[in-house]
């Protein structure tokens, strides 16, 4: 008679190659959808629309791109980062095809890098993940890294293997849309009039919005995903921990960040890329997030004349206006208000409808 | 680089006329019903199960009449709402073409008065609303006035058009389901023998059940209908406000209060008019809402023998007991405790099936 | 003019044999199963899957079978308990035809049991409460017994009657899904490499993880379920309550011991009996809950050879670990701790799928 429960892997549990095929393949519905809506008052016309989605070519309203994000991390957590001590970065990340209501997303992860910490107790874990549809096609891949508890300290380190990561994704290994129909892009529905060629490279803009953040919210969310780090659910051992406080999931703020840069970035109807992020600091239920961005680099895309691509920095901070930006000072060392500073890039039609 | 974001309009910038067509077309799914189960304990048959439903003619189960209001509402608030000071009132609330889960629903509005304040900082604006399906066919058309701050208190003011408004949507203006079938209208299912022929004008009914409304529920329910009026989420700003709280959606209590009804009016299957409003104060999380009925009138349909329409005045309270009907008193003046005054007609069937 | 309002059933109002067809058929549909799924944190592969469920033989992602439980549950209070003092107690349920999303369900109930107290007070009813589908297939049927409030304590007693209740639903009356397909149990999919084979009758299995419950989340839960039960809604009057709280729905702590016994029960893939159970102790917004199983008999189903079943018997625990299986002691007095002790009947592959 052994043990019946996960106890999540340990350093020593990973080496350069292991491939991971996690648990629970989720079948992504319209109800998925309202509570994501719900949650992050998301309120871009793609995600929101069938008909406005299929006048710009898509088969109906796909689901928000962080929701998909958020489904294949979710089932990375039993196995990556149970006893990990932090979340340490994202890069490379891919968007592949778009994901619809119904179909059903399985996910698994390869190891791709491995580095002992200095006091011997924990360690960096480099796994690149990838969710897929039904039909085997990519919908997400991307690399995340962890520190993870060492399960004995005595244990010999593995050799350092450090990946080469990208600043950011390039251009041309962006998965773009089929058929994409400027024509149907119709900028009243959509709430914005600008377009890629009223955005300029280090434009800042301040989201202006804000939302307070429940504690039932985040854990609504957090389970939406099936992510089960304890550390978001459970106040009884949490009152006693260093925070006092249950931790939320930092994708909840990722997604909260995406609903409130739609006031300035409303014709950023996709994510194409998660080129880098850092959750520079907890939130709590209760905390007040605002966000703003930065314009980070233009890109045009070679055979697509009525879209183009932003690679968007987007900086969260709680209980502090962003009317100011709250950025790094010239030390690298972040306003004591910012949570998250995320890396991605998005599609944007060029133009208004009417001049295309 | 002109700014991004959406600052909203201005009195100066409504005129007789003006057309306004809203941001972000909603598909309405079966995610959004079960959330608005969820958030207000609805149980109306014709709205939760498809088989009841289509035994009485409908296609399947239509989504909530208030749903619709709400999904209409939050589309006009960027617009008409941003920069409101009060939403003063509702008029001439007709519903048409019921929605089905995965109908697409988009919002357009009309300027139809303006009439500035005597102090010049402010106007009082009516605009009619105007939802319709993905085939063009109207699902709601309401008017409503707010009173919305001017840009400059120098600007002057523009002539006053106050439009005439009927004090209740007229029998021959309402839209009645085709094909109606009383026969398959089951009172065990529907869960109350009461019928239109047992109501009488000025009956009163207590729904006597209750509710208290956290936080978490009424932002859900915001975001659920991309209302994103400020208010109504930032409690970092909202601590240094008059009230020191989150104002909570007004839309949220007549939604609630039409739930609480099911105990007194279980057989108001459709909503067809919302003849006027008035939201008489704020409510917070953890206002516990009471609601009270009075039949205000009898309505005979000509050519429909088996159902008529009540014309329902419906009150919330908050924090106090329905048992004794607050109101208004002689002068006008209403009990402490009320939040809601709301003018609206229903249909119900005629008498029980049985005898039919 | 009568009142138009349900005063619920009192004790006189039982009589053996009585049949009861309730309110409100339910449409479940796949925003149910979403907000179950973010309200518990559900990780079952069979239901989270279509790709999954398809592949062991089901039709699609059958709903959670506590999920068809609440949704029965909910139906009958209205007729049966909105006088209740107090749930008593669970027996002899048994899962029918699984629930898809899209399936309508309508619950009746047969009164089998009365036995007034000596108190003259209240008494006990049992009734047996039956959700069938649309094609009047049986989804549960089960039986409970509640203490209801007499109307009148001068009424005479009616002759007692308690049903003879069995200690568990034996075998032969388990309803067993046709065409289970073992070859398509993926043991990486599904979370867990421990099958029927690996678990051992007294096998105690602590589920570790925890969960806490705030108050807009089991009353989201309990609305979703159109279950009417005041005492889960009134803040207003239950600050002056015994307790001074909101009790919870004594229905969300079984959902959430399902919800954390993932984690040593991955691969209870059905839930196919209620045994017994009890709500040993309140719960309220706030309290954190833990959980722990115990194996109380393994069971061969005769003609299947790929699968068998397990009688559990699950505890939850609110605010302590479980580390120690807090349980009843020699008097049979239970560890304060307690709030819910269930003993229930699941299926499971015999072994991992490789060697089928």
């Not at 079948?27 to 989605?53: H, K």
């Not at 990561?165 to 529905?189: C, I, M, Q, R």
């Not at 920095?313 to 995320?342: E, I, M, N, W």
Request: aromatic residues 10%; glycine residues 10%; proline residues 5%.
């Amino acid at each position: 008679m052994t043990s019946k429960t996960n106890p999540g892997n340990f350093f020593e549990d990973f080496f350069i190659g292991k491939n991971i095929i996690h648990a629970t393949p989720r079948t992504i519905t319209e109800g998925d959808v309202s509570l994501y809506t719900a949650l992050y008052g998301m309120r871009f016309a793609t995600n929101s629309s069938d008909m406005f989605a299929m006048g710009i070519g898509f088969d109906a309203a796909p689901v928000d791109d962080f929701l998909t994000f958020h489904m294949v991390f979710g089932k990375t957590v039993p196995d990556i980062s149970l006893n990990a001590v932090a979340n340490l970065g994202y890069a490379n990340g891919i968007f592949g095809r778009p994901v619809y209501p119904g179909d059903t997303v399985s996910t698994r992860s390869e190891v791709i890098g491995l580095k002992e910490n200095s006091n011997g107790e924990t360690g960096v874990v480099y796994v690149r993940s990838t969710g897929t549809n039904q039909d085997g096609e990519m919908v997400l891949d991307y690399i995340r890294w962890v520190m993870v508890k060492k399960r004995d300290e005595n244990s010999p380190a593995p050799e350092s293997v450090v990946p080469d990561l990208p600043a950011a994704v390039s251009a041309e290994k962006l998965y773009l849309p089929d058929g994409f129909n400027g024509a149907g892009y119709d900028p009243d529905l959509s709430g914005s009039r600008h377009f890629w060629n009223d955005y300029q490279v280090g434009e800042k803009i301040d989201h202006i919005d804000a939302m307070t953040i429940e504690e039932a919210e985040h854990m609504i969310a957090t389970r939406l995903y099936q992510n089960t780090a304890k550390v978001h659910f459970n106040q009884h051992t949490a009152k006693d921990s260093r925070f006092g406080r249950r931790l939320m999931y930092g994708g909840h703020i990722i997604s909260l960040a995406r609903g409130l840069s739609f006031n300035g970035l409303a014709n950023a109807f996709k994510i194409v890329a998660i080129n880098g992020g850092r959750h520079v600091a907890p939130t709590y239920g209760g905390d007040t997030v605002y966000a703003w961005s930065e314009v980070l680099e233009k890109i045009e895309l070679p055979g697509y004349e009525d879209i183009g691509a932003l690679r968007i920095r987007t900086l969260a901070c709680k209980d502090q206006s962003c009317a100011d930006f709250p950025d790094k000072d010239a030390d690298g060392k972040y306003h004591p208000s910012v949570v998250l500073d995320f890396d991605y890039t998005i599609l944007i039609p060029k133009t208004a409808v009417e001049s295309i």
